[in-house]
């Protein structure tokens, strides 16, 4: 069965600090991993996606990801934070069937000055 | 390009009352799905729909929650009668097609129930 498991609940940066929020997935296929962002009061926004081609993948607002299969990763980066990336991030897998997202419990990110 | 609609986005309601709520995907989109996200926790998939047919419906209480999308566009959720533990945002999406490549879902802003 698909399933992601991200690490921590809560990430706290400074501005201009290295964000790094970590995301693990089980998959009895080959996955289809996701970062989605959501802001306050907000729907949930792609970032990026990995399907199978280069495995350092990079998305909107200066974020990439790397798969990583031998360890069963899909960590979210991005080389220095803003204060308006304080927001809950979200690591998904698609479902065996290739119908619809599985979604992790979700990373807190707040951003000091 | 208009985005995902969602009505209403806050409702607060006793226990064993019952509540609906309205999706409008966009336009085009053949696949629409609910998921349900509890304070502290990812999106859980309810139900999903391509055109006006249920595709997976397996992780939806159905004793107590129904959905239905006439004419393959608009989506209805209800809950009846609702209970404590039905407190959440309801998120509904849409995508292109069902079975997809791209795999981008586009979410509406939710709705937020409070049962009391």
């Not at chain 2, 809950?79 to 292109?96: N, R």
Request: aromatic share 10%.
């Amino acid at each position: 069965a698909q399933s992601v498991t991200q690490l921590g609940s809560h990430v706290s940066v400074s501005e201009g600090a290295l964000v790094l929020l970590r995301c693990n997935y089980s998959s009895s296929v080959p996955p289809y991993l996701f970062w989605y962002v959501q802001y306050p009061n907000q729907g949930l926004q792609l970032l990026l996606k990995y399907t199978s081609a280069a495995t350092l993948v990079k998305g909107i607002n200066g974020f990439e990801a790397e798969f990583k299969k031998s360890e069963t990763s899909f960590h979210l980066t991005k080389p220095s934070a803003h204060m308006s990336d304080a927001a809950e991030y979200f690591c998904a897998v698609r479902n065996q069937a290739g119908t619809a997202l599985i979604f992790g419990k979700g990373t807190t990110l707040s951003v000091s000055s | 390009e208009a985005g995902v609609a969602q009505s209403p986005r806050y409702k607060i309601i006793e226990k064993r009352q019952s509540v609906a709520f309205w999706c409008n995907p966009i336009s085009g989109h053949a696949t629409l799905y609910w998921y349900q996200q509890i304070l502290g926790q990812g999106p859980k998939l309810l139900i999903q729909f391509q055109n006006n047919g249920v595709v997976d419906d397996s992780q939806l209480p159905k004793d107590r929650f129904s959905a239905e999308r006439l004419k393959g566009v608009d989506s209805t959720l209800k809950i009846q009668p609702a209970k404590l533990e039905d407190s959440a945002v309801y998120l509904c999406a849409s995508s292109l097609e069902g079975q997809w490549d791209t795999g981008e879902l586009f979410f509406g802003e939710g709705s937020r129930l409070t049962v009391l």
